[in-house]
Protein backbone atom coordinates (compact mmCIF):
# COMPACT_ATOMS: atom_id res chain seq x y z
CA UNK A 1 0.00 0.00 0.00
CA UNK A 2 1.34 3.15 -1.51
CA UNK A 3 0.83 6.34 0.91
CA UNK A 4 1.19 9.89 -1.12
CA UNK A 5 1.60 13.31 0.94
CA UNK A 6 0.93 16.02 -0.75
CA UNK A 7 3.44 18.92 -0.02
CA UNK A 8 1.92 22.20 1.14
CA UNK A 9 2.18 24.77 -1.74
CA UNK A 10 5.20 27.28 -1.44
CA UNK A 11 3.20 30.06 -2.82
CA UNK A 12 0.05 29.79 -0.93
CA UNK A 13 0.72 31.21 2.27
CA UNK A 14 -0.82 29.59 5.11
CA UNK A 15 -4.08 31.16 7.36
CA UNK A 16 -1.22 31.98 10.35
CA UNK A 17 0.86 34.08 7.67
CA UNK A 18 -1.92 35.94 6.60
CA UNK A 19 -3.28 36.88 9.83
CA UNK A 20 0.32 38.14 10.77
CA UNK A 21 0.99 40.40 7.52
CA UNK A 22 -3.43 41.74 8.48
CA UNK A 23 -2.06 42.62 11.87
CA UNK A 24 1.21 44.04 10.63
CA UNK A 25 -1.03 46.20 7.63
CA UNK A 26 -3.71 47.32 10.43
CA UNK A 27 -1.26 48.33 12.94
CA UNK A 28 1.25 50.69 10.59
CA UNK A 29 -2.38 51.76 9.14
CA UNK A 30 -3.21 52.91 12.59
CA UNK A 31 0.47 54.00 13.60
CA UNK A 32 0.42 56.47 10.45
CA UNK A 33 -2.92 57.94 11.36
CA UNK A 34 -1.53 58.53 15.22
CA UNK A 35 1.41 59.99 13.20
CA UNK A 36 -0.71 62.45 11.07
CA UNK A 37 -3.25 63.43 13.85
CA UNK A 38 -0.07 64.41 16.38
CA UNK A 39 1.40 66.49 13.34
CA UNK A 40 -1.89 68.43 12.34
CA UNK A 41 -2.58 69.11 16.26
CA UNK A 42 1.27 69.99 16.35
CA UNK A 43 0.55 72.09 13.23
CA UNK A 44 -2.14 73.82 14.76
CA UNK A 45 -1.25 74.49 18.18
CA UNK A 46 1.84 76.35 16.67
CA UNK A 47 -0.57 78.41 14.81
CA UNK A 48 -2.77 79.56 17.01
CA UNK A 49 -0.30 80.50 18.87
CA UNK A 50 1.57 82.53 16.36
CA UNK A 51 -2.07 84.24 15.48
CA UNK A 52 -2.13 84.94 19.50
CA UNK A 53 1.55 86.10 19.95
CA UNK A 54 0.87 88.05 16.65
CA UNK A 55 -2.64 90.28 18.39
CA UNK A 56 -1.07 90.43 21.71
CA UNK A 57 2.17 91.93 20.35
CA UNK A 58 2.10 95.88 19.55
CA UNK A 59 4.67 95.38 16.51
CA UNK A 60 2.25 93.14 14.60
CA UNK A 61 4.56 89.87 13.91
CA UNK A 62 3.54 88.75 10.87
CA UNK A 63 3.31 92.45 9.49
CA UNK A 64 6.84 93.20 10.33
CA UNK A 65 8.43 89.82 9.22
CA UNK A 66 9.47 90.93 5.90
CA UNK A 67 11.62 93.23 7.64
CA UNK A 68 13.31 90.35 9.56
CA UNK A 69 16.85 90.78 8.09
CA UNK A 70 17.07 94.64 8.00
CA UNK A 71 19.52 94.85 10.78
CA UNK A 72 21.98 93.85 8.03
CA UNK A 73 21.95 97.21 6.48
CA UNK A 74 23.72 98.54 9.76
CA UNK A 75 25.42 95.49 10.76
CA UNK A 76 27.47 96.60 7.38
CA UNK A 77 30.32 98.88 8.22
CA UNK A 78 31.13 101.47 5.43
CA UNK A 79 34.92 101.10 5.76
CA UNK A 80 35.25 97.43 6.58
CA UNK A 81 39.27 98.56 7.63
CA UNK A 82 36.73 100.10 10.71
CA UNK A 83 36.21 96.22 11.95
CA UNK A 84 40.09 95.04 12.53
CA UNK A 85 40.54 98.77 14.38
CA UNK A 86 37.93 98.21 16.39
CA UNK A 87 39.40 94.70 17.35
CA UNK A 88 42.29 95.82 18.10
CA UNK A 89 41.26 99.51 19.82
CA UNK A 90 43.03 101.66 16.60
CA UNK A 91 42.36 104.81 16.29
CA UNK A 92 39.52 104.89 13.26
CA UNK A 93 39.77 108.07 10.78
CA UNK A 94 36.19 108.40 10.92
CA UNK A 95 36.06 109.15 14.43
CA UNK A 96 34.00 112.49 15.44
CA UNK A 97 33.91 111.76 18.88
CA UNK A 98 30.65 109.53 19.56
CA UNK A 99 31.19 105.83 20.98
CA UNK A 100 30.03 104.31 17.30
CA UNK A 101 34.07 104.81 16.48
CA UNK A 102 35.94 105.67 20.15
CA UNK A 103 38.02 102.86 19.57
CA UNK A 104 41.16 103.43 21.52
CA UNK A 105 39.12 104.44 24.79
CA UNK A 106 39.25 100.71 25.23
CA UNK A 107 42.80 100.00 25.69
CA UNK A 108 43.51 98.65 28.77
CA UNK A 109 47.08 99.33 29.26
CA UNK A 110 49.85 96.86 31.01
CA UNK A 111 53.03 99.03 31.13
CA UNK A 112 54.34 102.41 28.85
CA UNK A 113 52.69 102.01 25.69
CA UNK A 114 51.97 98.57 25.79
CA UNK A 115 48.06 97.65 26.25
CA UNK A 116 45.98 94.48 25.98
CA UNK A 117 42.93 95.62 23.17
CA UNK A 118 39.65 96.40 25.34
CA UNK A 119 37.76 93.09 23.36
CA UNK A 120 40.84 91.14 24.03
CA UNK A 121 40.42 91.70 28.05
CA UNK A 122 37.27 91.19 28.03
CA UNK A 123 37.19 87.55 25.94
CA UNK A 124 39.66 86.95 28.54
CA UNK A 125 37.38 87.44 31.39
CA UNK A 126 34.77 85.19 29.70
CA UNK A 127 37.18 82.61 29.58
CA UNK A 128 38.64 82.63 32.66
CA UNK A 129 34.37 82.69 33.75
CA UNK A 130 34.05 79.41 32.46
CA UNK A 131 37.47 77.83 33.69
CA UNK A 132 37.11 78.92 37.14
CA UNK A 133 33.38 77.43 37.02
CA UNK A 134 34.63 74.23 35.20
CA UNK A 135 36.76 73.59 38.05
CA UNK A 136 34.44 73.88 40.69
CA UNK A 137 31.83 71.93 38.98
CA UNK A 138 34.52 69.07 38.69
CA UNK A 139 35.94 69.24 41.81
CA UNK A 140 32.66 68.80 43.52
CA UNK A 141 30.99 66.18 40.62
CA UNK A 142 33.71 63.71 41.20
CA UNK A 143 32.89 62.67 44.87
CA UNK A 144 29.17 63.36 44.49
CA UNK A 145 29.69 60.50 41.42
CA UNK A 146 30.92 57.92 43.30
CA UNK A 147 27.93 58.90 46.18
CA UNK A 148 25.50 58.67 43.17
CA UNK A 149 26.77 55.25 41.64
CA UNK A 150 24.56 52.51 42.31
CA UNK A 151 27.69 49.66 42.09
CA UNK A 152 29.69 52.58 44.54
CA UNK A 153 27.66 54.29 46.98
CA UNK A 154 28.21 53.73 50.60
CA UNK A 155 24.52 53.93 51.54
CA UNK A 156 21.48 54.10 49.55
CA UNK A 157 20.05 56.87 51.34
CA UNK A 158 23.03 59.07 50.93
CA UNK A 159 22.86 58.42 46.93
CA UNK A 160 19.21 59.29 46.96
CA UNK A 161 20.02 63.05 48.87
CA UNK A 162 22.77 63.50 46.50
CA UNK A 163 20.96 62.50 43.01
CA UNK A 164 18.24 64.78 44.25
CA UNK A 165 20.84 67.49 45.14
CA UNK A 166 22.47 67.37 41.28
CA UNK A 167 18.90 67.14 39.63
CA UNK A 168 18.16 70.79 41.69
CA UNK A 169 21.41 72.44 40.14
CA UNK A 170 21.05 71.20 36.92
CA UNK A 171 17.33 71.75 36.60
CA UNK A 172 17.88 75.46 36.66
CA UNK A 173 19.08 77.11 33.48
CA UNK A 174 22.70 79.51 34.53
CA UNK A 175 20.77 82.73 33.35
CA UNK A 176 18.49 82.33 35.86
CA UNK A 177 21.05 80.95 38.78
CA UNK A 178 22.79 84.01 37.53
CA UNK A 179 19.91 86.82 38.46
CA UNK A 180 19.49 85.17 41.60
CA UNK A 181 22.99 85.59 42.45
CA UNK A 182 23.61 88.96 40.82
CA UNK A 183 20.49 90.48 43.15
CA UNK A 184 23.33 88.96 46.23
CA UNK A 185 26.44 89.83 45.22
CA UNK A 186 25.72 92.34 42.65
CA UNK A 187 26.48 92.11 38.58
CA UNK A 188 29.79 90.89 37.22
CA UNK A 189 31.87 88.07 37.25
CA UNK A 190 31.17 86.38 40.35
CA UNK A 191 27.69 85.61 39.96
CA UNK A 192 28.31 84.05 36.57
CA UNK A 193 30.90 81.81 38.00
CA UNK A 194 28.70 80.95 40.93
CA UNK A 195 25.72 80.33 38.78
CA UNK A 196 27.61 78.17 35.61
CA UNK A 197 29.75 76.70 38.50
CA UNK A 198 26.67 75.15 39.99
CA UNK A 199 25.03 74.13 37.03
CA UNK A 200 28.61 72.22 36.30
CA UNK A 201 28.23 70.30 39.57
CA UNK A 202 24.40 69.13 38.53
CA UNK A 203 25.82 68.21 34.84
CA UNK A 204 28.95 66.96 35.25
CA UNK A 205 27.77 65.16 38.51
CA UNK A 206 25.19 63.01 36.04
CA UNK A 207 27.66 62.21 33.79
CA UNK A 208 29.77 61.19 36.02
CA UNK A 209 27.87 58.53 38.07
CA UNK A 210 26.71 57.14 34.82
CA UNK A 211 30.58 56.58 34.01
CA UNK A 212 31.14 55.01 37.35
CA UNK A 213 28.51 52.37 37.04
CA UNK A 214 29.59 50.79 34.05
CA UNK A 215 33.25 49.86 35.48
CA UNK A 216 34.82 46.68 36.04
CA UNK A 217 34.35 45.76 39.57
CA UNK A 218 36.81 43.60 39.79
CA UNK A 219 39.63 45.97 41.33
CA UNK A 220 37.05 46.93 43.72
CA UNK A 221 36.38 43.73 45.33
CA UNK A 222 39.47 43.02 45.14
CA UNK A 223 40.01 46.01 47.67
CA UNK A 224 37.58 44.96 49.38
CA UNK A 225 38.47 41.61 50.12
CA UNK A 226 41.72 42.85 52.05
CA UNK A 227 39.90 45.19 53.82
CA UNK A 228 40.20 48.20 51.77
CA UNK A 229 37.56 51.27 53.27
CA UNK A 230 35.38 53.02 51.06
CA UNK A 231 37.64 55.98 49.79
CA UNK A 232 40.80 53.46 49.88
CA UNK A 233 38.45 51.54 47.04
CA UNK A 234 37.57 54.69 45.45
CA UNK A 235 41.20 55.97 45.06
CA UNK A 236 43.05 53.26 44.03
CA UNK A 237 40.38 51.10 42.28
CA UNK A 238 37.84 52.96 40.89
CA UNK A 239 39.21 56.70 40.18
CA UNK A 240 41.93 55.48 37.87
CA UNK A 241 39.65 53.55 35.88
CA UNK A 242 36.99 56.62 35.08
CA UNK A 243 39.61 59.37 35.38
CA UNK A 244 40.14 59.54 31.45
CA UNK A 245 36.28 59.57 30.56
CA UNK A 246 36.55 62.73 33.35
CA UNK A 247 38.66 64.63 31.94
CA UNK A 248 37.02 64.30 29.02
CA UNK A 249 32.93 65.33 29.32
CA UNK A 250 35.19 68.29 31.52
CA UNK A 251 36.98 69.22 28.33
CA UNK A 252 33.98 69.54 26.70
CA UNK A 253 32.15 71.16 29.48
CA UNK A 254 34.66 73.90 29.65
CA UNK A 255 33.01 74.83 25.99
CA UNK A 256 29.53 75.07 27.05
CA UNK A 257 30.82 77.06 30.08
CA UNK A 258 32.71 79.56 26.87
CA UNK A 259 29.32 79.68 25.59
CA UNK A 260 27.06 80.24 28.41
CA UNK A 261 29.97 82.99 30.15
CA UNK A 262 29.17 84.62 26.94
CA UNK A 263 25.06 85.05 27.46
CA UNK A 264 25.39 85.59 31.06
CA UNK A 265 27.55 88.23 30.51
CA UNK A 266 24.81 89.77 28.24
CA UNK A 267 22.55 90.21 31.24
CA UNK A 268 25.26 91.73 33.38
CA UNK A 269 27.63 88.79 34.13
CA UNK A 270 30.94 90.50 32.64
CA UNK A 271 32.77 89.71 29.91
CA UNK A 272 32.57 89.79 26.17
CA UNK A 273 28.54 89.21 26.20
CA UNK A 274 27.27 92.55 27.69
CA UNK A 275 29.60 94.66 25.02
CA UNK A 276 28.31 92.21 22.40
CA UNK A 277 24.54 93.44 23.69
CA UNK A 278 25.33 96.94 23.88
CA UNK A 279 26.92 97.14 20.52
CA UNK A 280 23.90 95.56 18.77
CA UNK A 281 21.33 97.48 21.24
CA UNK A 282 23.20 100.39 19.84
CA UNK A 283 23.93 99.42 16.38
CA UNK A 284 27.44 100.09 16.31
CA UNK A 285 28.34 97.72 13.09
CA UNK A 286 32.06 97.62 13.25
CA UNK A 287 32.49 96.51 16.66
CA UNK A 288 29.43 94.48 16.59
CA UNK A 289 31.45 92.39 13.71
CA UNK A 290 34.86 92.48 15.88
CA UNK A 291 33.32 91.39 18.71
CA UNK A 292 31.84 88.00 16.68
CA UNK A 293 34.59 87.65 15.34
CA UNK A 294 36.69 87.42 18.36
CA UNK A 295 33.94 85.13 19.96
CA UNK A 296 33.51 82.63 16.56
CA UNK A 297 37.58 82.39 16.78
CA UNK A 298 38.07 82.01 20.51
CA UNK A 299 35.48 79.17 20.45
CA UNK A 300 36.79 77.42 17.33
CA UNK A 301 39.66 76.68 18.94
CA UNK A 302 38.86 76.26 22.14
CA UNK A 303 37.00 73.49 20.31
CA UNK A 304 39.67 72.36 18.46
CA UNK A 305 42.09 72.16 21.31
CA UNK A 306 39.44 70.17 23.46
CA UNK A 307 38.66 68.03 20.96
CA UNK A 308 42.83 66.79 20.19
CA UNK A 309 42.75 67.04 24.06
CA UNK A 310 39.88 64.26 24.51
CA UNK A 311 40.98 62.15 21.73
CA UNK A 312 44.37 61.99 23.40
CA UNK A 313 42.99 60.84 26.99
CA UNK A 314 40.40 58.42 25.69
CA UNK A 315 41.89 57.13 22.55
CA UNK A 316 40.65 58.01 18.73
CA UNK A 317 38.62 54.85 19.40
CA UNK A 318 35.93 56.60 21.50
CA UNK A 319 35.28 59.02 18.77
CA UNK A 320 34.74 56.39 15.34
CA UNK A 321 31.15 55.91 14.91
CA UNK A 322 29.96 52.11 16.67
CA UNK A 323 33.32 51.96 18.56
Do not use: C
Not at 22 to 45: E, I, K, M, P
Not at 98 to 124: A, C, D, S
Not at 207 to 225: K, T, V, W
Amino acid sequence: MTLSVTAPSLTTPSVATRQMADAWRRQTSLRRFYTVLGVGLLLVAMFASMWFADEANAGHFFDRLPHILDFLSWLIPKDWNDVWRALFDVASPHDTGTQEFNFPLGRVYVWGGFYIPEYFELMITTVNVALVSTFVGFVFAVPFSFIAARNLTPHPALRLVVKRFMELLRAFPEIVIAGLFAAIVSTGPIAAIIAIGLHSIGALGKLFYEINENIDMRAEEGLRAVGGNWFERVRFADLPQVLPNFMSYTLLRVEINVRASTIIGAVGGGGIGEELKLSISRGFGAKTLALVLLLFTTIFIIDQFSAWLRRKLVGEQAFMMGA
